[in-house]
């Protein structure tokens, strides 16, 4: 079991910044690939970013490519998101997920991932 905890999320400006993290604790964090996704009101939950086990493989959706970074420390079993730039439709929930691999696989999937944070409200106001 991981248990998964993100953190960071809140109010900000259009044109302003959020650095989201994400707490894991239960396994061994670096056997795991990471991802983002997020959820608006009415929507299907998205992807946004992902991170492989070593953090040596990144990918962004359209969206966030250009504007947010993944990262990881794998000695703080954390995750993290910066969110730079940020947008009116940037608004939502967003969950970190956590992915079992044997290799420096990502995937974009949300079913794939085995375990999931409760979430982080970000709303950028116009």
């Known amino acids: 079991q991981v248990q998964l905890v993100e953190s960071g999320g809140g109010l900000v400006q259009a044109g302003g910044s959020l650095r989201l993290s994400c707490a894991a604790s239960?396994?061994?964090?670096?056997?795991?690939?990471m991802g983002w996704f997020r959820q608006a009101p009415g929507k299907e939950r998205e992807f946004v970013s992902a991170?492989?086990?070593?953090?040596?493989?990144?990918y962004y959706a359209d969206s966030a490519k250009g504007r947010f970074t993944i990262s990881r420390d794998n000695a703080k079993n954390t995750v993290y998101l910066q969110m730079n730039s940020l947008k009116p439709e940037d608004t939502a929930v967003y969950y970190c997920?956590?992915?079992?691999?044997?290799?420096?696989?990502?995937?974009?999937?949300?079913?794939?991932?085995?375990?999931w944070g409760q979430g982080t409200q970000v709303t950028v106001s116009s």
């Open positions: 997920a956590a992915d079992a691999v044997l290799d420096e696989h990502v995937t974009t999937t949300p079913h794939i991932y085995d375990y």
């Open positions: 239960g396994r061994t964090f670096s056997n795991y690939a």
């Open positions: 991170i492989s086990r070593s953090g040596g493989n990144t």
